[in-house]
């Protein structure tokens, strides 16, 4: 293309048929994106051969900027005023889910503990059939490969307005459960508003407080919530895979360096049914609908 050595370069054809001979095809164009020893053409070539959306169309990307340009938070909104946290890997960016475990002080549930879960409301700011909206339906996901991600929503919203950082009012849909001290669920609602997350935890850091030493007093109330949700019916039954997640190491200049399996904390645990557990509410509200 243009005298240009496409030695040790990759990219692809771009083929068309011609109107007068619809059954033949001539290459119309060679679309080069660099050097195949370059550690990022690999996640392209992927995308390329998943036809996957890399890219949001400017209108996307225009539409994204002008709902994080004009959102404010109202003083009239209904504010959950409890000590959220989010404890997520160390690299995340998206952090679209947040707890918070309280003893339950009513007299008629001794021993008993309140946990609430929050989502970040995406559907506050994407309505259905809105041009973001079906962009976010032709991706279905997100997709992570070991350099980047491919967002399903721009990032205004995704790694904005809908991440649950710390000390920064956001919407979220919180479900809020009553267990009993033997995790029995006694009942649960939803509450739509404003949360504020107090900190933002790695499943790493947030491990010691599930420790068993006596100084990490701060989250005792969580350890108390997981030995709980260890024996709660409801949890008994879930799917247990016990596949040991691959983490890929990456250089400061993008190579891969490493590959080691990830550690199943008692951080990941304590997620991993409390989110169990909301989904249960929302089938039995959704059952009861």
Known sequence: ????????????????????????????????????????????????????????????????????????????????????????????????????????NSNNNPGGIVLYVGVADVSFFVKPNSIIDREALKRGNSTYFPDKVIPMLPEDLSNNLCSLKENLPSRAVVVKMHLDYQGYKIRHEFIRGIITVKKNYSYENFEAYLSDC???????????????????????????????????????????TNITEKNNLRSNELIEMMMILANLCVSQTLSKS
């Open 1 to 104: 293309k243009m005298g240009e050595t496409l030695d040790q370069k990759f990219g692809y054809f771009a083929i068309g048929s011609p109107s007068r001979y619809p059954k033949k095809f001539k290459i119309q164009d060679f679309h080069i994106f660099g050097s195949i020893k370059c550690p990022s053409s690999f996640s392209k070539i992927a995308a390329i051969e998943w036809n996957l959306r890399q890219f949001f169309p400017r209108n996307i990307l225009d539409e994204a900027r002008k709902i994080f340009d004009n959102y404010r938070v109202s003083k009239n909104e209904h504010q959950i005023s409890k000590s959220f946290i989010t404890i997520d890997p160390d690299d995340a960016k998206d952090l679209d889910d947040a707890i918070c475990i309280e003893a339950d």
């Open 214 to 256: 006596e100084t990490k007093k701060k989250y005792s109330g969580y350890k108390r919530a997981l030995n709980i949700l260890k024996q709660s019916p409801h949890l008994k039954n879930r799917l247990n895979l016990n596949l040991a997640e691959k983490k890929i190491s990456i250089s400061s200049k993008g190579y891969p």
